[in-house]
T-cell receptor, first 115, second 117 residues
């Protein structure tokens, strides 16, 4: 079974630009979550999507947004990029049938560098 | 709100020796606890989880973890460390009480494990 696939793996942007990151979950997994990882703040929850609906959102500004498609694939978008947005963005999927006991399966991440 | 503490930023151990990576948590109600490992420039890999039942949980690659409710701890252990175990380890918690944040995990700050040959 293929794992969680994130694209692109690496990207470089300049301040003020916007970026879109993509995530394909494991087949059969309908929940997709996004996390930001930085050396200073560690792993922080961004948002979770299930059935094309945002179920929960972390403490991030409105510049961070996301969506989920009917095939469970998800995208996140960051507009008006700031230097502090440089991070590894991790997508995770989970099997909803396991409820809250299920573990998250993470992709390799998209490393964003903002210059 | 829930929280996780990993008191050691760095743990060094000699190959063949037992290793322990410490984790304590704070959560309302019963906790669901997880350990993940991250290798350089990679995502997080699931190692094991505690949901209920036996306090000693066995996971991937020979790792195990002991849940201690009175000490609110969930330390990761391995009887004999390998050089290839060197990586960043994260403890995470999720409350068992179902809510809108049902699948969100709260992570600790991570512990860098170095196994010396």
């Amino acid at each position: 079974k293929a794992g969680v696939t994130q694209t692109p793996r690496y990207l470089i942007k300049t301040r003020g630009q916007q970026v879109t990151l993509s995530c394909s979950p494991i087949s059969g997994h309908r929940s997709v979550s996004w996390y930001q990882q930085t050396p200073g703040q560690g792993l922080q929850f961004l948002f979770e999507y299930f059935s094309e609906t945002q179920r929960n959102k972390g403490n991030f500004p409105g510049r961070f947004s996301g969506r989920q498609f009917s095939n469970s694939r998800s995208e996140m978008n960051v507009s008006t990029l700031e230097l502090g947005d440089s991070a590894l963005y991790l997508c995770a999927s989970s099997f909803v049938g396991q409820g809250v006991t299920g573990e998250l399966f993470f992709g390799e991440g998209s490393r964003l560098t903002v210059l | 709100a829930q929280s996780v503490a990993q008191p050691e930023d760095q743990v060094n151990v000699a190959e063949g020796n037992p290793l322990t990576v410490k984790c304590t948590y704070s959560v309302s109600g019963n906790p669901y606890l997880f350990w993940y490992v991250q290798y350089p420039n990679r995502g997080l890999q699931f190692l094991l989880k505690y949901i209920t039942g036996d306090n000693l949980v066995k996971g991937s690659y020979g790792f195990e973890a002991e849940f201690n409710k009175s000490q609110t701890s969930f330390h990761l252990k391995k009887p004999s460390a390998l050089v290839s175990d060197s990586a960043l380890y994260f403890c995470a918690v999720r409350p068992s009480i179902s809510s809108g944040s049902a699948r969100q995990l709260t992570f600790g700050s991570g512990t860098q494990l170095t196994v010396l040959p």
